[in-house]
Every structure is written in C-alpha cells, then in structure tokens.
C-alpha cells in the first residue's frame, strides 16, 4: 500500500492510495490485483474526457497484434482486434508469443470500480489501458456513458482492476471463471 501526493509545483492538487495485491489460480494463471483511490484533498479535481486510458500496460513486441506473429485482441463481449477499440467490456485479452510459446494479459474492472465496465483503449500496435474517463473519441457513444468526472474536495472515487497472466490463447470461458473469481472478492 502507498499514498501518494499529486502535485503541480509545491502545490498539492489531490492524494491517491494505491494497493497492489498479488496472487495464483488454482490453475497456476497469476494475477495482480490494483485498486487505486483517488480523494480530491486540497479542493476538487477534474478528470477529463481523453481516448488516453488510466490503467495501462504495453504488451510485449511480438505480441502486438501488427508484429503479424499471432497477436489477437478479444473482449468480454467477443469483439475482435480493431473491433475492441473503445468499446466497453467487463475484461480484455491480448494474446501472442512471447520466447517460443503463446503468453496472455487479461485485464478486469471489478463491479465496484467506479464506471465498472469501462471504455478499453486497446490498440493492435501494443498499447493496453482501461479507461473509464474517456468518452467523446471512442466509438458508439451510446454503448456507455463516460467522460469527464469531478471529485468534489473530501470525496473520493475508487478504480479496481486485475491483471491476469496466463498461458496459451484466448479461453474466454475460463477469462469469464476469473473474472467471476475477482468479481467475488
């Protein structure tokens, strides 16, 4: 666990709190858990509407979907490579070789995230981030509602998410088992 001071300057804009917990599937799939607590401390803050995401990871090169090595994105509701981008889901999946064998990320908003099935900004070059901020770039606006959001001062907003690592491509039924796993906790 870390608190952490947002600043512009020496001026404190707000504070987060971040937990990252780590663990194993009965499977042997491990996954890392984050959950980040955003409290406007010092006066309210304004996250605005971007397509940039605020949880994110960078798949590995041959991964990538445009290395044209296997990489393949799904999402929770089966929409495929560029046809996931800025689409809401429960979870994402990005799969492709990694040193010889096929590795995969699987990444999950807990139903007690704030805007628990957020936008993915999730590109075939590589880029992989939640994004539960951004609404006016993406796609079928009417799929979910987003955009910019104020935390009024002493309020706060929590964003919860799991990273799954796993072996092999995508087995959306067992991605749906772990998502039920995190949803639980």
Request: charged share 25%; net charge negative; glycine share 12%.
């Amino acid at each position: 666990v870390t608190r952490n001071d947002w600043m512009n300057g020496n001026k404190q804009v707000c504070e987060d709190e971040r937990t990252v917990v780590c663990g194993i599937r009965g499977n042997g799939d491990r996954w890392i858990d984050f959950a980040i607590t955003l409290k406007a401390s010092d006066g309210d803050v304004t996250f605005g509407d971007t397509k940039e995401g605020t949880f994110a990871v960078r798949v590995a090169d041959t991964m990538r979907v445009d290395a044209g090595q296997g990489g393949r994105i799904v999402n929770s509701f089966g929409q495929i490579n560029e046809a996931a981008w800025g689409l809401p889901a429960r979870w994402v999946d990005y799969t492709g070789p990694v040193d010889g064998e096929i590795a995969g990320i699987a990444m999950m908003s807990h139903p007690s995230s704030f805007r628990p099935v957020p936008r993915w900004h999730v590109r075939t070059y590589g880029l992989f981030a939640a994004n539960p901020f951004g609404q006016r770039d993406f796609p079928q606006p009417e799929a979910v509602q987003q955009g910019a959001v104020t935390i009024k001062r002493g309020d706060s907003l929590t964003l919860r998410y799991r990273v799954l690592l796993h072996g092999g491509p995508t087995d959306a039924a067992e991605i749906e088992r772990a998502f039920s796993e995190f949803a639980a906790d």
